[in-house]
């Protein structure tokens, strides 16, 4: 019916696809270790159940609510529906402040509770340095 080139052809491709598909496979798979995912804190309460796995807590930095002592910071993070307690050690960065954005990277203890292993502050495309406004507001 076909030749021995057409077999050996056929033979070729479909061993080619098949390769294709595991090795995207294979790396989908190992991708989906590193996924974190981004909540806010009343997507946090609305869970059913709680992971193990590190997740992201978005929000504002709750006015009057941070606690820093020499080891760690404790603050809490609003929606202004729900709110979410964390706790970090470490250096925060200089964006950190009350009432600004924040994501904060960690394990969940509870609904109501985070550890955060990494705190990324955020800003909004308005944003200035501070040396850049002193800089404008001079000349």
Do not use: C, W
Request: hydrophobic share 45%; proline share 3%.
């Amino acid at each position: 019916m076909y030749g021995k080139k057409v077999k050996l052809r056929i033979l070729f491709l479909s061993l080619a696809l098949l390769a294709a598909v595991l090795t995207i496979f294979l790396i989908l798979k190992s991708l989906e270790e590193n996924v974190v995912y981004f909540k806010s804190p009343t997507e946090i309460k609305n869970i059913n159940e709680l992971s193990d796995k590190k997740i992201r807590v978005g929000g504002l930095v709750k006015k009057g609510s941070i606690l820093s002592s020499a080891e760690k910071i404790n603050f809490v993070i609003t929606d202004f529906k729900n709110e979410i307690s964390v706790s970090y050690k470490g250096a925060v960065p200089n964006l950190f402040a009350e009432g600004k954005g924040v994501v904060a990277e960690g394990f969940l203890k509870d609904r109501n509770f985070l550890v955060a292993k990494k705190i990324l502050a955020k800003h909004d495309e308005n944003y200035m340095p501070p040396e850049v406004k002193k800089a404008l507001e001079n000349n």
